[in-house]
């Protein structure tokens, strides 16, 4: 009778264990999905000023259509329901070199630059950015956390029972490691 009662007991230790360590392992990768969403949120605000962006630079600078044309493509395919979270991190990519691109053919324009159009927009989609940044290191931060859990033992038994995969991290691009011109920024038609 007394081995009854400590086999029940072993048996009712280690179902609790193992309920707790599945739905810990749930509530992380829960929590990925959480920050990829407030990603998201911060990338759909980009989007949405695209257009803006484009309507003012075409004001000025019709030339520029292949830039303009690329960013435009690109925005449309992010208001796709049906990508990956992979796919939409490719397509906040491109949309990123889009708009450095365009950024950086505006430079040729002081007109569009002074404008108080354009000015209210970068001013406004520097926010953005600083908004994106913030959600991708709190991304970041989540999905290293997820990373580190599912790989650890005894957690890694229990992600691979329940098909828990690695998630990838947010990197940055090769023109946004670009080092900042500075004497551009001091020139005096720029200040």
Do not use: C
């Not at 829960?30 to 980009?46: C, D, I, M, P, S």
């Not at 430079?107 to 002074?114: F, G, H, K, M, S």
């Not at 690695?166 to 020139?187: A, C, N």
């Amino acid at each position: 009778m007394e081995n009854h009662i400590i086999i029940a007991i072993v048996s009712g230790v280690s179902s609790l264990i193992i309920i707790a360590l599945y739905n810990y392992l749930r509530r992380k990768n829960n929590g990925v999905y959480n920050a990829f969403g407030g990603v998201e949120t911060q990338l759909k605000k980009r989007f949405d000023l695209v257009p803006n962006l484009v309507a003012v630079v075409k004001k000025y600078a019709n030339h520029e259509q292949n830039i303009l044309t690329k960013v435009a493509e690109v925005r449309s395919l992010a208001g796709a329901s049906t990508l990956s979270n992979d796919q939409k991190l490719a397509l906040d990519n491109q949309l990123a070199a889009s708009m450095h691109g365009l950024l950086l053919s505006v430079e040729n324009y002081p007109t569009i630059q002074a404008s108080e159009g354009f000015m209210n927009l970068q001013r406004t989609l520097n926010e953005v950015e600083a908004q994106i940044s913030a959600a991708r290191r709190t991304y970041n931060a989540v999905v290293t956390d997820y990373n580190n859990t599912i790989q650890t033992f005894p957690n890694n038994v229990m992600a691979w029972l329940m098909n828990l995969k690695t998630k990838h991290v947010f990197h940055i691009e090769d023109f946004e490691r670009e080092p900042v011109s500075v004497e551009k920024l001091f020139q005096p038609d720029q200040l």
